[in-house]
């Protein structure tokens, strides 16, 4: 089992910023590809962003893509995601995902999610 609790989430103005960050505990967080998802209210959960089990591949959903940036911290079993740039649409309770694949149907163990909510 991976334990994986979000935080960072709050209430923002247009063009601003957060980060995001996920602490994992139980197995071995460096075997994991580790991932951020979100949920808009009245739609399905999506997909955002992934990052390789050593940091050194991410992937980006086309309308984050230059304004959210993945890392992670093996050491710390923590992985982050800055947002630069906030919109409106980008308002959603935020998931930090744990997984064997580059996708949502690959991820293995989910968090509780950190609201965000962006105003215009």
């Known amino acids: 089992q991976v334990q994986l609790v979000e935080s960072g989430g709050g209430l923002v103005q247009t063009g601003g910023s957060l980060r995001l960050s996920c602490a994992a505990s139980g197995r071995t967080f460096s075997n994991f590809i580790m991932g951020w998802f979100r949920q808009a209210p009245g739609k399905e959960r999506e997909f955002v962003s992934t990052i390789s089990r050593s940091g050194a591949w991410t992937y980006y959903a086309d309308d984050v893509r230059g304004r959210l940036t993945i890392s992670r911290d093996n050491a710390k079993n923590t992985v982050y995601l800055q947002m630069n740039s906030l919109k409106p649409e980008d308002t959603a309770v935020y998931y930090c995902?744990?997984?064997?694949?580059?996708?949502?149907?690959?991820?293995?163990?989910w968090g509780i999610g950190t609201l965000v909510t962006v105003s215009s």
């Open positions: 995902a744990a997984g064997h694949t580059h996708s949502y149907s690959g991820m293995d163990y």
